[in-house]
């Protein structure tokens, strides 16, 4: 079956930088578009970056341009999300998602979502 495992979350320290990891299995990976989303304690889901089939083309929403980057790598069938300088108002439930196209979608009409991965930043 199609799953997306995030990988990577937990409690770091203001300033601190991290790594998420998104493993896709079920699906021909290269023919996906990738993105990363969050969702804070009572708030709703943001869309924090996307990435096209091949990786030459993201995008990062304007508030978030600087700190946050996405990449994947098609030969291990995964995404990933590096975000610098981290802030408690980074706390979120991190989520993975794939649509079936080529390029990226902006909204958050994706076919396929992660179960998420908790990211906590302490001050």
């Known amino acids: 079956q199609v799953q997306l495992v995030e990988s990577g979350g937990g409690l770091v320290q203001a300033g601190a930088s991290l790594t998420l990891s998104c493993a896709v299995s079920?699906?021909?990976?290269?023919?996906?578009?990738m993105g990363w989303f969050r969702q804070g304690s009572g708030q709703d889901r943001e869309f924090v970056a996307g990435?096209?089939?091949?990786?030459?083309?993201?995008y990062v929403p304007e508030s978030l341009k600087g700190r946050f980057t996405i990449s994947r790598d098609n030969a291990k069938n995964t995404v990933y999300l590096h975000v610098n300088r981290l802030r408690p108002e980074d706390t979120a439930v991190y989520y993975c998602?794939?649509?079936?196209?080529?390029?990226?979608?902006?909204?958050?009409?994706?076919?396929?979502w992660g179960q998420g991965t908790q990211v906590t930043v302490s001050s």
């Open positions: 998602a794939a649509v079936r196209i080529r390029g990226i979608r902006l909204s958050h009409d994706y076919d396929f």
């Open positions: 079920g699906l021909p990976f290269s023919t996906l578009g």
């Open positions: 990435i096209n089939w091949s990786g030459d083309n993201t």
